[in-house]
C-alpha cells in the first residue's frame, strides 16, 4: 500500500536543522532528528510511498494511504463526537446570585436559587435520561452565579446523583466554576468527598488589577483571600485540579510579569494547578462600556507572547493547547449536552443564565421530571450533516489546517443568532499553531 503526508499535517524546517511536524487531527508533536526519518520525509513529501519505507510512527501519525478522503474523515470523526449517545453533559445553574461585583460580568444578578422542587424534577430527569438513553458517563458542572452561595443544596444532590450512578454503573465526573472566595478548606473537603473535583477559580493578576475587575458587592477586594483559600488547599495532600484562569486586557498584562512570579513561587510545582489565558471581551454586561478591551486581531500575538514568557520563566512542560480532532468542538454542538436554569428551563449555552421561554437558548425543561424537549428548536443547535458539509465546502474549512479541531462550529450560538448562512466563525487558535508547536521544541530542547 502507497501512503501519503496528510493534508493536515505541517512540516517546519528549523534552522537547526530538525525537522518539526504536527497534525491536526491526530493531534500529534513530533521533532525528528534521526536522519533517516528525515530523509524518509523529504521522498513522501514529492512522492508517495510504501509503507515497508516508511517508519510505523509516521505511518500512524501523519501519513494517510493514497487516496483517503480525509474531508469525509474529519467530517465522520466530528459528527461522531457530536453524536455519542454514552455520555449525559449538564452545566447547572443552581443560583443567579453573586457575592461578588464584576466589571466585565455579562450575568445580570438575581437573589433566585433552584428550588427544592426543581432539584427533585431534574434528579429524576436525570435517572430517567439514563436509563432510557443507556447513558455510560455523566458529567456535571456547576456552573452561576456563584454556586457555592448554596452549597449544601449541591452536595445533597450530588451525593444523591453519585449514588444513582454507583448503582447503575455509570460513570460520574463533577466540576464547578466557582469565583473561589467561599471556597474554605472545610467547605473543599465536603466537594472532594462528593467527587467534585474539579474547579475553575478566575485571577484577573495581581491583587490591584484583580481588585479593580472581580470586587465584592460592596468594593472590597477579594484577590487576597481567594489566594488565601488556593495555598491551603495547596498545602494538603487531597485529589483536586484547580484551573487558574487569567481574564486579561491591557492593564491586567501591565503586570503580568509580577502576577507570574507569584504564581511560579507558589503554585507552580504543584501539578494540581494550572494556567489558561483569556482576552476580557465586551460580553454583554451592563459595564460594557467601562471596560478597555484588547481588539480581536491582537488576541493570537498576545497569546504567543504570553506562552513565550511563561516558558522563560520555566511554567511550561508543554503548552496545553490541545489542537486533535474535536478539541474546540463548543459542548453545546453535542447532542447529550444540556444547560439547566434555576427554573427547569433546558438550554444548549451559558451566553444567556435566564433566557425567555421563548428564545432559541431554551429548547425545553425538566418540570415534569423528565428531558421534555422541542425537537425543532434542538435542531438548530445540531449538526444537519447533509447541509453542514455543504456549508463547510463554501467557507473553504477543508482547506484550512484548523478544520480537525475547530470544525468551523466552535461557536454554535454564532450560527443560531445569525443564521445558517452565516459565514464560519473561525478559532483564534489557528493562527496559533505554528508558534505553539515552535515552542514545544524549544522547551524539549531546554
Same mark, same amino acid.
Given at each position: 500500500?502507497?501512503?501519503?503526508?496528510?493534508?493536515?499535517?505541517?512540516?517546519?524546517?528549523?534552522?537547526?536543522?530538525?525537522?518539526?511536524?504536527?497534525?491536526?487531527?491526530?493531534?500529534?508533536?513530533?521533532?525528528?532528528?534521526?536522519?533517516?526519518?528525515?530523509?524518509?520525509?523529504?521522498?513522501?513529501?514529492?512522492?508517495?510511498?510504501?509503507?515497508?519505507?516508511?517508519?510505523?510512527?509516521?505511518?500512524?501519525?501523519?501519513?494517510?494511504?493514497?487516496?483517503?478522503?480525509?474531508?469525509?474523515?474529519?467530517?465522520?470523526?466530528?459528527?461522531?463526537?457530536?453524536?455519542?449517545?454514552?455520555?449525559?453533559?449538564?452545566?447547572?445553574?443552581?443560583?443567579?446570585?453573586?457575592?461578588?461585583?464584576?466589571?466585565?460580568?455579562?450575568?445580570?444578578?438575581?437573589?433566585?436559587?433552584?428550588?427544592?422542587?426543581?432539584?427533585?424534577?431534574?434528579?429524576? #430527569?436525570?435517572?430517567?435520561?439514563?436509563?432510557?438513553?443507556?447513558?455510560?458517563?455523566?458529567?456535571?458542572?456547576?456552573?452561576?452565579?456563584?454556586?457555592?452561595?448554596?452549597?449544601?443544596?449541591?452536595?445533597?444532590?450530588?451525593?444523591?446523583?453519585?449514588?444513582?450512578?454507583?448503582?447503575?454503573?455509570?460513570?460520574?465526573?463533577?466540576?464547578?466554576?466557582?469565583?473561589?472566595?467561599?471556597?474554605?478548606?472545610?467547605?473543599?473537603?465536603?466537594?472532594?468527598?462528593?467527587?467534585?473535583?474539579?474547579?475553575?477559580?478566575?485571577?484577573?493578576?495581581?491583587?490591584?488589577?484583580?481588585?479593580?475587575?472581580?470586587?465584592?458587592?460592596?468594593?472590597?477586594?477579594?484577590?487576597?483571600?481567594?489566594?488565601?483559600?488556593?495555598?491551603?488547599?495547596?498545602?494538603?495532600?487531597?485529589?483536586?485540579?484547580?484551573?487558574?484562569?487569567?481574564?486579561?486586557?491591557?492593564?491586567?498584562?501591565?503586570?503580568?510579569?509580577?502576577?507570574?512570579?507569584?504564581?511560579?513561587?507558589?503554585? #507552580?510545582?504543584?501539578?494540581?494547578?494550572?494556567?489558561?489565558?483569556?482576552?476580557?471581551?465586551?460580553?454583554?454586561?451592563?459595564?460594557?462600556?467601562?471596560?478597555?478591551?484588547?481588539?480581536?486581531?491582537?488576541?493570537?500575538?498576545?497569546?504567543?507572547?504570553?506562552?513565550?514568557?511563561?516558558?522563560?520563566?520555566?511554567?511550561?512542560?508543554?503548552?496545553?493547547?490541545?489542537?486533535?480532532?474535536?478539541?474546540?468542538?463548543?459542548?453545546?454542538?453535542?447532542?447529550?449536552?444540556?444547560?439547566?436554569?434555576? +427554573?427547569?428551563?433546558?438550554?444548549?449555552?451559558?451566553?444567556?443564565?435566564?433566557?425567555?421561554?421563548?428564545?432559541?437558548?431554551?429548547?425545553?425543561?425538566?418540570?415534569?421530571?423528565?428531558?421534555?424537549?422541542?425537537?425543532?428548536?434542538?435542531?438548530?443547535?445540531?449538526?444537519?450533516?447533509?447541509?453542514?458539509?455543504?456549508?463547510?465546502?463554501?467557507?473553504?474549512?477543508?482547506?484550512?489546517? #484548523?478544520?480537525?479541531?475547530?470544525?468551523?462550529?466552535?461557536?454554535?450560538?454564532?450560527?443560531?443568532?445569525?443564521? +445558517?448562512?452565516?459565514?464560519?466563525?473561525?478559532?483564534?487558535?489557528? +493562527?496559533?499553531?505554528? +508558534?505553539?508547536?515552535?515552542?514545544?521544541?524549544?522547551?524539549?530542547?531546554?
Amino acid at each position: 500500500m502507497l501512503y501519503t503526508l496528510s493534508k493536515y499535517t505541517k512540516l517546519i524546517n528549523h534552522k537547526t536543522g530538525d525537522i518539526i511536524l504536527y497534525n491536526t487531527y491526530t493531534g500529534k508533536q513530533s521533532f525528528i532528528f534521526d536522519p533517516n526519518i528525515k530523509k524518509q520525509l523529504k521522498n513522501i513529501v514529492h512522492t508517495p510511498q510504501k509503507e515497508s519505507d516508511i517508519d510505523k510512527k509516521l505511518i500512524s501519525s501523519y501519513c494517510v494511504p493514497v487516496g483517503t478522503d480525509e474531508d469525509m474523515l474529519v467530517f465522520n470523526k466530528v459528527n461522531e463526537i457530536i453524536n455519542n449517545s454514552e455520555y449525559l453533559s449538564l452545566i447547572l445553574f443552581p443560583t443567579l446570585e453573586c457575592n461578588l461585583k464584576c466589571v466585565y460580568c455579562y450575568e445580570n444578578k438575581e437573589q433566585q436559587y433552584m428550588s427544592n422542587q426543581t432539584f427533585n424534577n431534574l434528579f429524576l #430527569a436525570i435517572k430517567e435520561y439514563c436509563v432510557e438513553k443507556k447513558i455510560k458517563y455523566l458529567k456535571i458542572e456547576w456552573f452561576g452565579g456563584e454556586p457555592l452561595l448554596c452549597v449544601n443544596k449541591i452536595i445533597e444532590f450530588t451525593t444523591k446523583v453519585n449514588c444513582f450512578c454507583v448503582e447503575n454503573n455509570i460513570v460520574f465526573q463533577h466540576s464547578m466554576t466557582t469565583n473561589g472566595y467561599l471556597l474554605s478548606f472545610d467547605i473543599v473537603k465536603k466537594l472532594l468527598n462528593c467527587k467534585i473535583t474539579t474547579y475553575q477559580i478566575t485571577i484577573d493578576g495581581i491583587s490591584r488589577t484583580h481588585d479593580l475587575l472581580r470586587p465584592l458587592k460592596n468594593g472590597n477586594g477579594t484577590w487576597q483571600k481567594i489566594i488565601d483559600n488556593l495555598i491551603i488547599m495547596k498545602k494538603s495532600n487531597l485529589y483536586f485540579t484547580v484551573l487558574i484562569r487569567i481574564n486579561y486586557n491591557y492593564e491586567v498584562l501591565d503586570y503580568i510579569d509580577e502576577f507570574l512570579d507569584f504564581y511560579k513561587e507558589n503554585f #507552580a510545582k504543584d501539578e494540581r494547578f494550572k494556567l489558561v489565558f483569556k482576552p476580557i471581551g465586551h460580553w454583554g454586561g451592563e459595564s460594557d462600556n467601562l471596560v478597555d478591551i484588547i481588539p480581536t486581531n491582537y488576541h493570537s500575538f498576545i497569546l504567543d507572547e504570553l506562552l513565550y514568557i511563561c516558558k522563560e520563566k520555566g511554567l511550561l512542560l508543554k503548552t496545553n493547547l490541545d489542537f486533535s480532532c474535536g478539541s474546540e468542538l463548543c459542548y453545546a454542538n453535542k447532542k447529550n449536552s444540556f444547560v439547566i436554569y434555576i +427554573n427547569g428551563d433546558i438550554g444548549k449555552c451559558t451566553l444567556e443564565e435566564r433566557p425567555n421561554s421563548d428564545s432559541d437558548f431554551v429548547i425545553g425543561n425538566i418540570n415534569n421530571g423528565f428531558f421534555e424537549i422541542d425537537k425543532e428548536k434542538e435542531k438548530k443547535w445540531l449538526i444537519d450533516k447533509s447541509y453542514f458539509y455543504k456549508y463547510l465546502k463554501s467557507n473553504g474549512c477543508f482547506e484550512c489546517a #484548523a478544520y480537525p479541531f475547530c470544525c468551523a462550529t466552535s461557536c454554535p450560538a454564532h450560527r443560531v443568532k445569525f443564521g +445558517n448562512d452565516i459565514k464560519a466563525k473561525c478559532t483564534p487558535t489557528k +493562527n496559533n499553531l505554528d +508558534n505553539i508547536v515552535l515552542l514545544n521544541y524549544q522547551i524539549s530542547k531546554g
